[in-house]
């Protein structure tokens, strides 16, 4: 899309040097002949385009729906350097969510940095991992009490929704108590909502994958710190494929949810590579490695572990 767009702006700058029309523009960075620039609003702050102002410039007849005859006007009054600096802008990704906000990280220091990455790592473990891995486990106890054998794709499902459920509730739950805690009027809850759901989406999928592949390796011979790090690959592969399926599906329905952007698949990668590296650690909450298993003594559920306990070292494994 971002590509299309681009050819698309780069052939109206030809079109417009063409035409030589340098005498108008539609938002406070550009000049205007046929009309005054509109006034800018006084909370945007100074070199920002309100997005709403250069939409009401084009909306000539004020019905709120941009026809292609005001397109058309609006692409005639742009000089071809304006043009060009859209392409560029887009060429760059300026326009994503993530470049807009990382200029107001540029002037960090290496120690603020830190601080900030280790604040969302710590936000991350709390509010998803830890509730992935409590939720896995306590669907896997609710599943051996019915009798559910963990060979069996009905043991899997019923996991992955367990990690799936944990997933969502811990977010949800995690931003609405952040907004109560801090009054940060920014979070919108109803739409950390469907973030959540959304990630508990690509969370059951995961979380189903999990314990057919360590069967699977278990069953091929392989030791407790290969199937560790093949188990952290195929976490991060199933939740990073459930990302980009789930989107797609959630973002026409979902304000909460963005559709696929560049941007957003690197921090997609970024978040299922966490992901991935919980669900190799997870292998260490199985005691059939018996003493190749060095996670063992932290987070090992024994055959005697209570329901709770277990649940509680599981999340913890993660």
Not at 290 to 296: E, G, I, K
């Given at each position: 899309m971002i590509r299309q767009t681009a050819r698309l702006v780069n052939q109206l700058s030809s079109a417009a040097a063409a035409r030589g029309r340098?005498?108008?523009?539609?938002?406070?960075?550009?000049?205007?002949?046929?009309?005054?620039?509109?006034?800018?609003?006084?909370?945007?702050?100074?070199?920002?385009v309100d997005p709403e102002e250069v939409f009401a410039a084009i909306d000539t007849n004020k019905d709120g729906v941009l026809q292609k005859e005001e397109f058309l006007r609006a692409v005639?009054?742009?000089?071809?350097?304006?043009?060009?600096k859209i392409s560029k802008a887009i060429a760059r990704n300026e326009l994503s969510y993530e470049t807009e906000h990382?200029?107001?990280?540029?002037?960090?220091?290496?120690?603020?940095?830190?601080?900030?990455?280790?604040?969302?790592t710590a936000e991350v473990a709390?509010?998803?991992?830890?509730?992935?891995?409590?939720?896995?486990?306590?669907?896997?106890?609710?599943?051996?009490?019915?009798?559910?054998?963990?060979?069996?794709?009905?043991?899997?499902?019923?996991?992955?929704?367990?990690?799936?459920?944990?997933?969502?509730?811990?977010?949800?739950?995690?931003?609405?108590g952040k907004k109560m805690i801090t009054g940060d009027e920014e979070i919108d809850v109803t739409a950390q909502?469907?973030?959540?759901?959304?990630?508990?989406?690509?969370?059951?999928?995961?979380?189903?994958?999990?314990?057919?592949?360590?069967?699977?390796?278990?069953?091929?011979?392989?030791?407790f710190n290969s199937s560790l790090v093949l188990t952290a690959g195929c976490g991060t592969l199933a939740f990073f494929s459930g990302l980009r399926i789930f989107r797609a599906i959630y973002a026409p329905i979902f304000s909460g949810v963005e559709e696929a952007t560049y941007a957003n698949l690197k921090a997609d990668a970024a978040l299922s590579a966490a992901v991935g590296g919980a669900a190799g650690c997870f292998v260490g909450t199985d005691v059939s490695y018996?003493?190749?298993?060095?996670?063992?003594?932290?987070?090992?559920v024994e055959e005697t572990t209570a329901a709770v306990t277990a649940s509680v070292l599981a999340g913890s494994a993660t």
């Open positions: 340098a005498q108008n523009v539609l938002a406070r960075t550009f000049s205007t002949a046929r009309r005054p620039t509109p006034v800018v609003r006084a909370e945007a702050k100074q070199g920002e005639e009054m742009l000089h071809y350097q304006d043009l060009l990382a200029s107001a990280h540029e002037a960090e220091s290496f120690g603020q940095l830190m601080a900030r990455r280790i604040q969302v709390v509010s998803k991992l830890f509730p992935a891995g409590f939720g896995w486990q306590t669907a896997a106890t609710f599943a051996e009490g019915a009798g559910m054998d963990a060979a069996n794709m009905d043991f899997a499902l019923a996991t992955g929704l367990g990690d799936g459920l944990g997933v969502a509730l811990g977010h949800t739950a995690w931003m609405a909502a469907q973030t959540g759901i959304f990630l508990g989406s690509a969370a059951v999928c995961s979380g189903g994958a999990w314990q057919p592949f360590v069967n699977t390796l278990q069953a091929a011979g392989f030791g018996a003493a190749a298993n060095w996670l063992r003594p932290l987070v090992g």
